[in-house]
């Protein structure tokens, strides 16, 4: 397996067990655990789910990174303050287990990856996938395709009939429900 496919899916876990570490065993005022939380909370739960799709170009992946990342971040602590459960340690809690599935998923797609002949990380491409199976006339048979065809066209005109009949209102009763003549029922 490609050291490129380990090295973020370790990185993320690394950083998950730092993190915990760091908020359990170090004070609160500890220059250590500000550093670490801080790339925690700006890389990793952002890099979990966006190397999940496969972007090829770095600039834009940890762009799209540190965006998911503090977008998570919020998301979570509102949704925990307005669920009236807010909690620090449960917050960061919710995003380590976010981090984790993450990193865990990137490792079964390397795996998978490897089984199918791909580099991790990359989507599929067109020739990998099947071919999708669409109607035509030659895989229906000319008889069915014949009276597919026919049916449509005598259920539109059907329809056209019907819209007719109901867009115009006849002048009889027009004038019994005070319209004036001429007028479309609308």
């Known amino acids: 397996m490609r050291s490129r496919a380990w090295a973020w899916p370790l990185t993320i876990l690394a950083s998950a067990a730092a993190v915990a570490s760091a908020m359990a065993f170090l004070a609160p005022g500890n220059p250590v655990r500000l550093i670490v939380g801080f790339w925690f909370l700006l890389v990793c739960p952002g890099m979990a789910v966006i190397r ?18 503090l977008a998570l971040d919020t998301i979570v602590a509102g949704a925990m303050l307005y669920a009236g459960m807010w909690s620090p340690q449960a917050t960061l809690l919710t995003l380590i287990g976010v981090c984790v599935v993450g990193a865990f998923l990137q490792i079964a797609g390397a795996f998978r990856s490897e089984r199918t002949g791909r580099s991790a990380g990359t989507a599929p491409t067109d020739a990998s996938l099947p071919a999708p199976r669409r109607w035509s006339p030659r895989r229906l048979g000319a008889r ?43």
């Open 52 to 69: 999940l799709f496969g972007i090829e170009d770095r600039v834009t992946e940890w762009t799209l990174a540190a965006a998911l990342s």
């Open 144 to 186: 069915a395709a014949r009276q597919a065809s026919a049916a449509q066209m005598g259920a539109s005109l059907a329809d056209d009939g019907d819209r007719a009949a109901d867009m115009a209102m006849p002048a009889t009763a027009a004038a019994a429900e005070g319209v004036p003549s001429g007028v479309p029922f609308a």
